[in-house]
């Protein structure tokens, strides 16, 4: 049987001697998961002669170097989608959580490699690398983990009557989430929030809703009291419904509240049991007996089953976590919400974005045309929303129209082309700073040079995370309702980790890019205070200041002395100590006993004082057997 002949073959097939079928990538390099490269031209093979053979092995070595100037090292990009790992100990338990390359963890720990630990970055790693010590520098371990589980575990008994918020502060609340959240959540009717609200603070109109719809407009007021002063009344309605037993629609808008109080890995959780309910329900299938006259329940089911669709794919997009649904065919009609609708597109360019992005580790310009095949996506999305909204998602405008739908369409979709092209702008980075990557033998070899692909790509990148900046500090800061929202501070905390990456591998780029870190840290220090708002302008403020850049507005970072004796120093075994400038910067602006308070009392106290303390009746004797050293020593000492 005669086989095709191929006019190339890849270089990992040259060099084990076997059979390349020509595909890019071929199937022998994805059987072995390995990165297929070609040569930029076959080479042209010439009659055989003794004479001729030093002439052949001079011309293929020249073509690999044209090959290698072009193309960046594998080792360059080999280590960009890692997904980051970091287990978490205590006296009574053991965490260990992972998150995926979209994480903005996988992000933040690149930026920790390229800023502190100066070329210790092992090549041997695992696909999972793990980031405690990155944790603990920024300070972002208890954003990382979440709450533990025994504090989430003690809410409220459920035969304990709930001490409601006083009427008019509920419906406040009311009118604020069916502005907010209800748009993703649209599986009742506002009419419907409205007569459920009337039956908890009126006992006469109580046979139309049962005990669970009353707990799901509990929940909605908890969802929208998580972004405002009323955020105690949303912990203490939320404690009390988690010791019911709750339905489907309840789990779903507790996966809101956990989003919106920065629970992002209990969020992920939740979402996933109820879609397990939802499939034992049968949500998913088309009823075959459905009853004609109950047009508003088979509403409620679609709407219920496709919000719950967009919720699990995008929170676990954003935590590059697998998604459940990924594989899934529903046979549920498209929702009739034009809005839900569109999300619902949203949410599968999303699984494009990971299949096609961020699972197969290939060259940069074989990633660079998977962007592309995305990207005719995503055209299709901005077309629909100029048709349909009147918004230009990727360059927004001051006259475009205002509210919650056209600000989630819009950070959404630039999020969504941050993370298409977030890996070219890592792999310039690591191409601009080879020093950082390679080995002490290839050290000598000089840097290739940035293809215009790849500048363009980056390009895309950049001028996404700089459109959410500008739509979020410009536009949604006018309206209250939007300020407070806390997916605005994780959208603007990744887009702000984005610039400060670029940044650090690209100084000349600082005049650009600082002041619109600036804005954001503006915007960020005008929202209520409170995770993740502190944790991430403390983390920014930190990275700020380790490049010698002005910190922004908001309290001077305090310096503490040198104190090395006894804990954990997170570059101990990766690089020398740094300056303690660097080591010793409180996280957050809103820290409950400012360092410089001790400072004042001591100084307050004079020169003159003169301790006089007795230790002779101390008793030094301690079994330091029975200290729990793991609570003790839990955070990096400031």
């Known amino acids: 049987m005669f086989k095709t002949k191929i006019s190339k073959a890849c270089q990992e097939c040259r060099k084990r001697k076997i059979r390349c079928d020509g595909q890019n990538p071929c199937s022998a390099c994805q059987r072995r998961n390995t990165v297929c490269q070609f040569r ?63 994480s903005d963890f996988s992000l933040l720990q690149h930026l920790y490699h390229s800023l502190y630990l100066n070329g210790a970055s092992r090549h041997d790693r695992d696909d999972s690398e793990e980031v405690g010590q990155g944790l603990d520098f920024f300070r972002v371990r208890h954003i990382f983990f979440g709450p533990a589980a025994t504090a989430l575990g003690a809410g409220t008994p459920g035969a304990v009557n709930l001490p409601l918020p006083p009427a008019h502060i509920a419906h406040a609340l009311m009118n604020r989430f069916l502005a907010t959240h209800y748009n993703v959540v649209p599986f009742y009717s506002k009419s419907r929030y409205d007569q459920l609200l009337g039956a908890l603070y009126n006992d006469t109109d109580n046979s139309q809703c049962s005990q669970v719809q009353k707990q799901i407009c509990l929940l909605a007021i908890a969802t929208a009291a998580a972004n405002t002063e009323h955020f105690e009344w949303g912990a203490t309605i939320s404690q009390y419904c988690q010791a019911q037993h709750p339905k489907m629609q309840y789990t779903h808008l507790y996966t809101m509240y956990h989003l919106e109080c920065a629970h992002s890995n209990i969020a992920y959780m939740v979402i996933g049991d109820t879609c397990r309910k939802a499939f034992a329900a049968g949500l998913h299938r088309q009823q075959s007996r459905a009853n004609p006259d109950d047009n508003q329940g088979a509403l409620e089911r679609h709407h219920t089953f496709w919000s719950l669709y967009f919720m699990e794919i995008w929170v676990s997009f954003f935590l590059g976590r697998p998604s459940m649904l990924e594989y899934f065919k529903a046979e549920v009609p498209e929702p009739q919400d034009i809005f839900l609708s569109t999300l619902v597109q949203y949410a599968k360019v999303m699984l494009k974005v990971v299949q096609q992005i961020y699972r197969s580790q290939c060259a940069p310009s074989v990633l660079w045309n998977s962007a592309m095949t995305v990207g005719r996506e995503m055209n299709a999305l901005q077309s629909k929303a100029r048709s349909v909204f009147g918004i230009e998602l990727d360059a927004p405008r001051i006259s475009d129209p205002r509210g919650m739908r056209p600000t989630i369409l819009i950070t959404l979709y630039n999020f969504m082309s941050l993370l298409i092209f977030r890996p070219f702008v890592i792999i310039r980075g690591k191409l601009q700073h080879p020093q950082q990557e390679v080995s002490e033998s290839a050290t000598s070899r000089t840097p290739p040079d940035i293809p215009s692909w790849l500048n363009d790509a980056c390009h895309k990148c950049l001028h996404a995370a700089r459109s959410i900046i500008v739509y979020t500090c410009h536009i949604a800061a006018a309206d209250p309702l939007l300020l407070e929202l806390r997916f605005n501070c994780f959208y603007l905390e990744n887009s702000l980790f984005l610039l400060l990456y670029d940044m650090a591998s690209n100084p000349e780029n600082r005049d650009h890019n600082l002041p619109l870190i600036h804005s954001g840290l503006r915007f960020l220090t005008n929202m209520r205070p409170g995770d993740p708002v502190c944790s991430s302008i403390a983390t920014i403020r930190r990275i700020l200041q380790h490049m010698n850049l002005d910190v922004g507005p908001g309290e001077p970072i305090q310096h503490a002395p040198p104190s090395y004796s006894m804990g954990f120093d997170p570059l101990a075994s990766n690089s020398p100590p740094a300056p303690a400038s660097q080591m010793n910067m409180y996280p957050s602006p809103w820290e409950e006993q400012p360092p410089q308070q001790v400072e004042e009392s001591g100084a307050a106290a004079g020169n003159d004082f003169q301790f006089d303390l007795d230790f002779s009746a101390a008793d030094f004797n301690v079994d330091i057997t029975a200290i729990d050293w793991g609570t003790f020593f839990s955070y990096v000492p400031s």
């Not at 280590?79 to 995926?100: K, M, P, T």
């Open 40 to 102: 930029e031209r076959a080479r042209v093979r010439k009659p055989t002669a003794e004479s001729s053979s030093n002439h052949a092995s001079d011309q293929e070595e020249k073509e690999n170097e044209i090959a290698d100037h072009h193309q960046p090292q594998s080792h360059l990009y080999r280590d960009v989608h890692r997904s980051v790992s970091a287990r978490h100990q205590s006296s009574s338990d053991s965490v260990e959580l992972y998150y995926g390359p979209t």
